[in-house]
């Protein structure tokens, strides 16, 4: 199942569950990024980061 996560100042899309804090995850753009506190909203994170881009576009291949 395909999800966003965000993930080091971007966010990222998935495929599978996304990891819990300090955990990492292959992003659809390729990159291996790690999940930090402030990434998960139920820890008090935000959802302001900007879309990865490249991950947008595989997104949007595999629909």
Not at 2 to 29: K, N
């Amino acid at each position: 199942m395909l999800r966003w996560q965000q993930a080091e100042g971007q966010r990222h899309a998935l495929d599978g569950r996304a990891p819990s804090e300090g955990g990492a995850f292959d992003a659809l753009c390729g990159k291996t990024v790690t999940v930090r506190r402030g990434d998960i909203p139920d820890l008090g994170g935000h959802w302001f980061d900007p879309t990865c881009w490249d991950c947008d576009c595989a997104w949007r291949a595999r629909l």
